[in-house]
Each structure stands twice: as structure tokens, then as C-alpha cells.
């Protein structure tokens, strides 16, 4: 994959419960703008499902989505410094895992 125009940048803590529902309104949203995007999770040392389901979803959607995997939780911000570390957008955004912002507003 060349250069995406966004990336887009999740932290996620124990939050198995919401990722389907995050996936479910997060992709299609990138979808439907027409830009090449990758989206990059920072799994941030999660105690729950966390991390298999994001390895899910990377098996299912390889060509846009990145996984970062901490192996002890190290905080929020530390999640979204990894993640715009691997970033390489030309546009950097962040979100929220648990949809307090939604998808479609990007």
C-alpha cells in the first residue's frame, strides 16, 4: 500500500464489548470518503478479548488496518504516540474506541 491520505488512530483498553459495533461504523464511513486511509489500533495492554479481536479484524481488513499490541497497559497517551509513530498519512486523526465520537463526523 503507497501512502494513505488518513490514518486514523484508536487506542483500545478492554473494550471487547464495542470493538464489532466500532468496526461496523468505522469502515464504512473511510469507505464511503474515497481517500485511501489505514487505521491503526494501539491495543494498550488489554486484560479482556481485546487483542484476539483486533487480530481478527486485522485478518479480515489486512489492506487498511495496522495492530499495535502492548504488552502491559502504559496509558492513553502513550497509545496515541505509538500510533502516530507508525502513522503515514497525510492526515493524522484520533478516536475514541467506545464510539463517543462518531465514526461518520470524520
Given at each position: 500500500?503507497?501512502?494513505?491520505?488518513?490514518?486514523?488512530?484508536?487506542?483500545?483498553?478492554?473494550?471487547?464489548?464495542?470493538?464489532?459495533?466500532?468496526?461496523?461504523?468505522?469502515?464504512?464511513?473511510?469507505?464511503?470518503?474515497?481517500?485511501?486511509?489505514e487505521i491503526?489500533?494501539?491495543?494498550?495492554?488489554?486484560?479482556?478479548r481485546?487483542?484476539?479481536?483486533?487480530?481478527?479484524?486485522?485478518?479480515?481488513?489486512?489492506?487498511?488496518?495496522?495492530?499495535?499490541?502492548?504488552?502491559?497497559?502504559?496509558?492513553?497517551?502513550?497509545?496515541?504516540?505509538?500510533?502516530f509513530?507508525?502513522?503515514?498519512?497525510?492526515?493524522v486523526i484520533?478516536?475514541?474506541?467506545?464510539?463517543q465520537n462518531?465514526?461518520?463526523?470524520?
Amino acid at each position: 500500500m503507497g501512502k494513505p491520505a488518513i490514518s486514523v488512530v484508536i487506542p483500545v483498553f478492554n473494550e471487547e464489548a464495542g470493538l464489532a459495533a466500532l468496526f461496523d461504523r468505522l469502515y464504512p464511513a473511510l469507505d464511503a470518503l474515497g481517500e485511501t486511509y489505514e487505521i491503526i489500533f494501539v491495543n494498550d495492554g488489554s486484560r479482556d478479548r481485546s487483542a484476539a479481536i483486533l487480530r481478527e479484524q486485522f485478518q479480515a481488513r489486512p489492506d487498511v488496518t495496522r495492530v499495535i499490541l502492548f504488552a502491559v497497559n502504559a496509558g492513553q497517551h502513550m497509545a496515541i504516540l505509538a500510533g502516530f509513530e507508525h502513522a503515514h498519512g497525510e492526515i493524522v486523526i484520533t478516536l475514541d474506541a467506545d464510539l463517543q465520537n462518531p465514526p461518520e463526523e470524520i
